[in-house]
């Protein structure tokens, strides 16, 4: 018997998946990721860079169209709304992150809505049906993540989400499309042409679309497959192929596919309390423990004083940014993240108004502070730590290690916890009840029969309360600027 490729493996596994392979575990876990990414998606519609990738949308028109969640106003061609609302959930850096290290969801969650809704269908797409199709869109970027060990080479020269948060859209749209085996490979061929993007973006505004251009790409490569359009059926396999993005890639053990078991199963992801790169969290919570040990809570921090900052951290060199001068700098900056705790006590989602980055005693703070990269610090998710340590001009040294944090996997948010965050970040845009309704539809998702129920409530509020958030919005960006 020939063995399978790599690439007709997963194509076979995506369409062989059924609703009865997921666990329970599975499914809790993915409704607590699914619930966080709508949170981040709202919250990203006040940014300046969802309202560019916005309006550039308008200019597609379809008979078919999807919302923009919490945008009424805002109808799009359902390539276009998965890739405006997936520049939403990562324009913060607030959307989960996994280890393998990717932001799995914002490249999945976008384009189950937008096909759930745009497309007719006897009998509807429930919710056990997207529960199943996001399931395998994370499951393709984890396996993908894995199968090689050059895979861990991926970060230091592309963004992870654009690499496999591509392959999973397109594997997630394919599995809710009801794509055959070979029609699964193609879509996968077809997408690895469209997957990449390079780690030198980071920090900028152009970071957020590489989530939605996965999103968007990942929904093309699925209805171009559907078209009879063709790719090399060993894309996985080979070195010019998906081995492009590794350095010195071979083939190495084919994933076990089938006898299967669930990665999410193994490994919860991480998800946010404030929006920034991951590493700086645990750079925030060292930096929380010091500050007990200097003032009291409100306090005022005696900077004067202040003679020295250490902070001993991995080696990341794009999360190394002495005096960030925007926002999405600061998102990226160990120092800024670091400071403004020693500061203010706390890390919200003013704390990267630009305003609050170039205050004065912001700037003062960063300059006094040193990095030290100890050599056991590596960069991974899974194992790295952050010390901050606080010299006074008397001498006297406060010192405190973050291991982890709370929300790492290791230590993961609470259900309470999370549906606060949830309420914090979507009543920016929605109203309370339909909040609560959100929250009480995702608790039961794998019971809702048409997902045109959670679709609707993604709409957001009328049309009169659209123009004056939207004025409210144009009206910061003023200030701001």
């Not at 100890?374 to 291991?403: M, Q, W």
Request: with cysteine.
């Amino acid at each position: 018997m020939m063995l399978k490729s790599v690439t007709e493996s997963f194509a076979t596994t995506i369409h062989g998946l059924k609703a009865g392979h997921l666990t329970d575990r599975i499914i809790q876990r993915s409704k607590r990721m699914i619930l966080d990414t709508l949170g981040a998606g709202f919250l990203g519609t006040s940014t300046e860079v969802f309202h560019k990738a916005s309006q550039y949308s308008k200019i597609y028109s379809s008979n078919i169209t999807s919302t923009v969640w919490g945008r009424p106003d805002i109808r799009l061609p359902p390539t276009y709304a998965a890739f405006v609302n997936g520049v939403a959930i990562h324009s913060m850096d607030f959307d989960d992150t996994w280890h393998p290290a990717t932001h799995p969801s914002g490249a999945v969650l976008p384009v189950l809505t937008a096909l759930a809704e745009a497309l007719p269908r006897s009998p509807k797409f429930s919710g056990l049906d997207m529960l199943l199709a996001f399931n395998v869109g994370i499951e393709v970027q984890g396996r993908l993540l894995h199968f090689a060990k050059e895979a861990n080479d991926i970060p230091k020269r592309f963004h992870p989400p654009s690499v496999v948060g591509t392959l999973g859209s397109a594997a997630a749209a394919s599995k809710f499309l009801g794509l055959s085996s070979t029609k699964c490979q193609e879509a996968l061929a077809i997408a690895v042409s469209h997957a990449g993007a390079p780690m030198a973006n980071a920090a900028t505004q152009t970071k957020p679309l590489h989530i939605g251009n996965a999103a968007k790409h990942g929904i093309e490569a699925a209805f171009l497959a559907m078209l009879g359009l063709q790719g090399n059926k060993q894309v996985l396999d080979l070195e010019a192929g998906f081995g492009a993005f590794y350095a010195n890639y071979s083939p190495k053990v084919l994933p076990n596919l089938d006898s299967y078991s669930w990665l999410l199963d193994q490994q919860d992801v991480a998800f946010k309390h404030f929006p920034a790169h991951l590493s700086t969290h645990w750079v925030a919570d060292a930096a929380a423990s010091v500050r007990k040990n200097l003032v009291a809570e409100t306090a005022l921090l005696p900077i004067d004083y202040i003679k020295r900052i250490v902070l001993r951290i991995p080696n990341v060199q794009y999360v190394n940014r002495p005096f960030p001068d925007s926002e999405h700098e600061a998102r990226h900056s160990f120092q800024y993240v670091a400071c403004a705790m020693l500061l203010d006590a706390g890390i919200t989602v003013a704390s990267f108004h630009e305003c609050q980055i170039n205050r004065p005693q912001v700037r003062e703070l960063l300059s006094k502070v040193e990095l030290e990269y100890p050599p056991d610090n590596l960069p991974s998710f899974n194992t790295l730590y952050c010390e901050i340590s606080v010299t006074f001009k008397d001498g006297a040294t406060f010192t405190h290690r973050s291991d982890t944090f709370y929300g790492h996997w290791r230590k993961p948010l609470s259900q309470e916890d999370l549906e606060e965050k949830f309420r914090a970040n979507a009543s920016k845009m929605l109203s309370c009840d339909m909040v609560e309704s959100l929250i009480k539809t995702v608790k039961n998702l794998e019971d809702l029969e048409d997902c045109s129920v959670l679709t609707t409530l993604l709409k957001g509020p009328s049309p009169p309360e659209v123009a004056s958030n939207s004025s409210a919005y144009n009206n910061s960006i003023t200030n701001l600027s």
